[in-house]
C-alpha cells in the first residue's frame, strides 16, 4: 500500500521507519527527527546525477535509475532485516520527486505500508518556518539568574523543559563553545519543533540571549521567552564555583580558554586577562572561576520583573518546591489543553 500525505497529516503518523532518501550530505544538514538515511544516490552520486541532468536529462535519468536500484538493493536487506513487512514507513526526500517514489513503491510491492510526504523535505521545512514565524501558542516558566546557579540542572530534573543549550550544543556564554560543533539552524529548528510538538502547550525553559552560539533563536520564540513568568534561581558562591568546575574542567583545553579569554578581552583588564591566563597555567580551578564569575555577575542584567524567586543549592528540593508551587497553574494549563 502507498499513499501521499500532506505534513499535517505526514506527522501524526505512528512510522515503524522513517527514510529520509536524500544524499547523506543533506541528511545531514538537517532532517525530520528521528528519520534514518536509505538514500537514492550517495553524495558523489548525487552531485554526478545533478551535473548530467544540465546537458542530458534522458541521460541523467537511466544513470539515477541505475544507482536506485543498486542502493535500493543493499537498503533493503537491512530494512527486511530489521522491520516486520507489513509495518508502515514513512519515506520523504528534497522535494517529493523519484528518490522517494521509487525506493517507496519497491517498499509498497514488498508489503510495507508506505507513507510519502507531499513536497519532501521542503514542504516540511515551510511548515517549520511558518510556525516559528507566527505567534507561539505556547505559556513559559522561564529560569534565570547568575551564572552557575544551577538553570540547567534544574531543566534536566523537570517535565515538560526545553534545554535550547542542549539542542544547541553550547553552554551559552563566551566560553559556552566546549562541547564540540554545533547543529546546523535549520537542524536545530527541527529538533525544537520537534521537542514543542511532544509536549502540552507549555514548558520550563531557560531564559537566554536570542544567540547561543551561532544559533539564532525564531524571533517570535525569542519574544514569547521574554514575556515567560520569570523565575530567578540563586545559590551560594560556593555551589555556583563547585557547578562550573565539573562543568568545564575536563572539557576545557588550554587552546581553547586561550581562545575564550580573547573573546572578552575587549572588555577586561590587561590584568584581569593576564591573572585569567596565569591561574588556568597553574590550575587554581576556584581562584580562577571566581574572577569569571564576577566579570559575569557584572555583565548579568537581571529581568525588570521577576515573578519568583528559588534558591538552587540543593536542585532535587528546588525542582519539588518548583512543582509544587505551580502545581495548580499547571494542572489547569494540562486541563485547559485537554479541552481545547
Given at each position: 500500500m502507498l499513499s501521499e500525505v500532506e505534513f499535517t497529516e505526514f506527522q501524526k503518523e505512528n512510522f515503524s521507519l522513517l527514510i529520509d532518501a536524500r544524499s547523506p550530505r543533506e541528511f545531514l544538514h538537517s532532517h525530520l527527527i528521528g528519520a534514518l538515511n536509505f538514500y537514492a544516490f550517495n553524495d558523489e552520486e548525487y552531485q554526478e546525477i545533478g551535473t548530467i541532468y544540465k546537458k542530458n536529462q534522458a541521460l541523467a535519468k537511466a544513470r539515477g535509475a541505475s544507482y536506485?536500484?543498486?542502493?535500493?538493493?543493499?537498503?533493503?536487506?537491512?530494512?527486511?532485516?530489521?522491520?516486520?513487512?507489513?509495518?508502515?514507513?514513512?519515506?520523504?526526500?528534497?522535494?517529493?520527486?523519484?528518490?522517494?517514489?521509487?525506493?517507496?513503491?519497491?517498499?509498497?510491492?514488498?508489503?510495507?505500508?508506505?507513507?510519502?510526504?507531499?513536497?519532501?523535505?521542503?514542504?516540511?521545512?515551510?511548515?517549520?518556518t511558518h510556525y516559528f514565524e507566527n505567534e507561539i501558542n505556547f505559556d513559559f516558566f522561564a529560569l534565570c539568574g547568575n551564572t552557575g546557579c544551577g538553570k540547567t540542572e534544574l531543566l534536566e530534573q523537570l517535565p515538560q523543559a526545553i534545554n535550547l543549550e542542549k539542542m544547541a550544543n553550547h553552554l551559552g556564554s563566551s566560553f559556552g563553545d566546549i562541547l564540540g560543533k554545533q547543529p546546523t539552524q535549520k537542524a536545530f529548528e527541527a529538533e525544537l519543533f520537534h521537542n514543542m510538538q511532544n509536549l502540552e502547550k507549555f514548558a520550563f525553559i531557560e531564559?537566554?540571549?536570542?544567540?547561543?552560539?551561532?544559533?539564532?533563536?525564531?524571533?517570535?520564540?525569542?519574544?514569547?521567552?521574554?514575556?515567560?513568568?520569570?523565575?530567578?534561581?540563586?545559590?551560594?558562591?560556593?555551589?555556583?564555583?563547585?557547578?562550573?568546575?565539573?562543568?568545564?574542567?575536563?572539557?576545557?583545553?588550554?587552546?581553547?580558554?586561550?581562545?575564550?579569554?580573547q573573546k572578552i578581552s575587549p572588555y577586561i583588564s590587561l590584568n584581569l586577562r593576564q591573572d585569567l591566563l596565569q591561574s588556568y597555567e597553574r590550575k587554581e580551578w576556584q581562584k580562577l572561576i571566581v574572577m569569571l564569575l564576577e566579570y559575569y555577575d557584572k555583565t548579568y542584567k537581571k529581568p525588570d520583573k521577576i515573578d519568583s524567586e528559588l534558591n538552587t543549592d540543593d536542585i532535587l528540593k528546588a525542582k519539588e518546591e518548583l512543582l509544587d508551587h505551580f502545581k495548580a497553574q499547571l494542572l489547569f494549563l494540562i486541563l485547559d489543553n485537554f479541552i481545547k
Open positions: 536506485i536500484c543498486q542502493n535500493t538493493a543493499k537498503h533493503i536487506l537491512e530494512i527486511t532485516q530489521n522491520f516486520r513487512i507489513g509495518e508502515k514507513v514513512g519515506i520523504y526526500c528534497s522535494r517529493g520527486g523519484l528518490r522517494s517514489k521509487s525506493i517507496a513503491v519497491i517498499l509498497s510491492e514488498l508489503g510495507f505500508r508506505v507513507v510519502r510526504l507531499k513536497g519532501g523535505f521542503k514542504a516540511y521545512r515551510t511548515f517549520v531564559s537566554e540571549s536570542r544567540k547561543i552560539g551561532d544559533i539564532i533563536l525564531p524571533l517570535k520564540f525569542y519574544e514569547k521567552i521574554q514575556k515567560a513568568f520569570k523565575i530567578y534561581c540563586f545559590c551560594s558562591l560556593e555551589n555556583r564555583v563547585k557547578r562550573i568546575q565539573k562543568i568545564y574542567q575536563e572539557k576545557m583545553t588550554p587552546l581553547k580558554f586561550q581562545q575564550c579569554v
